[in-house]
């Protein structure tokens, strides 16, 4: 547990460096040129995206994949964890 958070504040704090040292200027103000964010929407509907997207993981099989892996990764856990 402990290397996991380890590992997501270094994600962080790797990512915040990133984005500051990449878009304050010499003047500590915001630049205008925040491209990164900007985004073309050409579908906005968010919840039939949604359910399309899940309606193609029932039915590629992807969700006994994820069940399957779940249940033997809980088995191996359990399996080689000491106490």
Known sequence: ????SL???FTISLWTTI???NTV????RIPVNWTVLAQNVTDPDLLGQIQKAWNNFVETGQIWALLIGLVIGYLIRNLTSYG
């Open 1 to 4: 547990m402990k290397l996991w």
């Open 7 to 9: 590992l997501g504040g």
């Open 19 to 21: 984005l500051l040292s």
């Open 25 to 28: 200027n010499a003047q500590n």
